[in-house]
């Protein structure tokens, strides 16, 4: 059983605070979401995780377990059991996932028989797999080859931004199912940013989050995003603002 925990951070942005206090926790097997207008500061959270430059952490703490992460480099966040799954994944030409997942930690043994089971539970044709990471790949390819990654690589805690944006029906139904698979199969703790309830049918949150202005406003239980989807995030704006 881990604990991820997310302290009080804020976080600058082209020198504009844009995370103005977050703080979430959540243990190894629960789904946590997260939802909140355009431009909250929702993206800005899993770049400052992955500790992409340029997000300056300006305080607070993001530990897993008693662990602090925000000192290290990506390749050691991943290492230490983060995942992220970014709301537009990245070409990355010359590199092949198999070599990117090796680098990530991944077992070679079996590894491509891995994948090709897992593309197929995310109904992903397993030749795209084959390509360089993301090269050529429509948006849901790539959005299900990121939900492949996740799956050979047992993150503890997997943040996924947006990761219905982009699927058509059968494949968002595909990986919501894959990802509630996880929580089971190896207790992954999920933390998936979306704005739309339809995510939620077949991976039922344990908790939602509203984020507005860079901090969480509101937390609740699954009914949440029904009272979202019934009368917006008009309820939850700062009254000053
Ligand atoms: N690299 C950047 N340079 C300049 N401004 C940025 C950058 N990244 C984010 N911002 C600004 O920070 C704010 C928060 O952006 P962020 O991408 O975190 O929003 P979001 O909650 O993910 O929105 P959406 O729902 O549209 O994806 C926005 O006003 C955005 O324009
Ligand atoms: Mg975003």
Known sequence: MSTLTIEGLRVEVAG?????????????????????????????LAH????????????????????????????ERARHGLFLAMQHPMEVPGVRPVDMLVAAGADAHEL?????????????????????????????????????????????????????????VDALGAVARRLSRATSEWNCGVLAIT??????????????????????VATGGPELADDLERDGYEPFRPANS
Not at 48 to 63: H, M, Q
Not at 131 to 149: C, I, M, P, T, Y
């Open 112 to 168: 491509r028989e891995r994948m090709t089971l897992e593309a197929q539970s995310v109904e992903l044709r397993s030749d795209v797999l084959d390509r360089f990471v993301n090269v050529d790949l429509s948006g849901g390819e790539r959005k299900r080859a990121e939900v492949v990654q996740l799956a050979i690589l047992r993150p503890k805690f997997a943040m996924l931004d947006e990761i219905d944006s982009g699927l058509d």
């Open 195 to 216: 704005h739309f309830r339809r995510l939620l049918q077949e991976l039922t949150p344990t908790k939602i989050h509203v984020v507005t202005e860079g901090r969480v």
């Open 48 to 75: 400052a995780l992955s500790g992409r430059p340029g997000y300056k952490v300006l305080e607070g703490s993001v530990k897993i377990d008693d662990e602090e992460i925000l000192g290290l480099s990506p390749t």
């Open 16 to 44: 504009k605070e844009v995370l103005k206090g977050f703080d979430l926790s959540m243990q190894s097997g629960e789904v946590h979401v997260i939802m909140g207008p355009n431009g909250s500061g929702k993206s800005t």
